[in-house]
């Protein structure tokens, strides 16, 4: 026979749980107490009996649950009537399950016959947490196709979208910051009439001109300006290109120009290196 399995036993209610299923906290120690006297190998020992009176099994911060989870060290595993006495959020309850593995722990539903001690066991909280890794993409993808159709229909709002240099935000649409605005003119022309990238750093610094953020120019802020197409009037949102209605900086066709002209420069350095 094996050694006594040392176990942490866990019960929680509500006011709505109590009154809609019958488990009182002490009808679940009970329970619990029952389901391990029946265990032969292991037989159980109790560590500690944890308890949460009126506290919601939707969040983890209950006093008793937490005690439990900082005594992990004291006990081989923890067990419940059912998996919702501990956890009724199921990325909740798999960040435990985590947390159990890591530290070689095990979990026992005594009404549900889950233990993760038995093959079974570690095949239906398997189960358990690819369900709630599609719940959480399937959310993920319905929030994205939202926000695309949100995107697709907007007339110069903005999304979490922070304004770059040039642009701020007032009343939800982007507005030009006149200051910033004329010295992003400047640099488009300037890249028009020829100077290179290093060129332009210079002239700025060598005139006081700063970024937003109050530091100097350098050739990779100065890039993103350059290739960023919402100097042309569109905002970029995945692969989307949303009007807005700030002023353009610089025509589409210099813009293009500017690409192209750009992207010639980098393959003919490419090929020196």
């Known amino acids: 026979m094996s050694e006594s399995l040392r176990v942490a036993l866990y019960a929680r ?11 009182s906290l002490d009808a679940q120690l009970e329970m619990l107490r029952s389901y391990g006297e029946a265990q032969l190998d292991p037989s159980w020992t109790i560590q500690n009996e944890y308890v949460d009176d009126g506290y919601s099994g939707r969040n983890d911060k209950r006093p008793a649950y937490n005690e439990m989870m900082q005594n992990i060290e004291k006990w081989d595993a923890v067990a419940v009537i059912k998996m919702d006495r501990i956890h009724r959020n199921s990325r909740n309850f798999m960040g435990m399950m985590d947390l159990l593995r890591k530290n070689e722990k095990e979990f026992i539903s005594s009404t549900e016959s889950l233990d993760t001690g038995t093959a079974l066991g570690r095949f239906v909280v398997d189960m358990i947490q690819r369900l709630a890794q599609l719940e959480s993409e399937q959310i993920g993808e319905r929030t994205k196709f939202g926000m695309r159709e949100k995107a697709e229909s907007s007339k110069g709002e903005v999304m979490g979208f922070t304004p770059p240099f040039g642009y701020q935000i007032k009343e939800g649409e982007l507005t030009d910051n006149e200051e910033e605005f004329l010295i992003v003119k400047n640099i488009f022309a300037m890249y028009l009439k020829g100077m290179t990238v290093r060129e332009i750093c210079y002239s700025l610094n060598n005139n ?7 530091n100097t120019w350098n050739k990779y802020n100065l890039r993103n300006i350059l290739h960023n197409p919402v100097y042309t009037g569109y905002m970029r949102w995945d692969d989307l290109l949303i009007g807005h209605n700030a002023s353009p900086a610089v025509t589409k066709n210099d813009f293009d120009d500017i690409q192209r002209t750009m992207a010639s420069k980098n393959r003919a350095y490419a090929k020196s290196a």
């Open 13 to 23: 209610v509500s006011t709505e749980d109590q009154a809609a299923e019958g488990y």
């Open 208 to 214: 006081g001109t700063l970024t937003r953020r109050s």
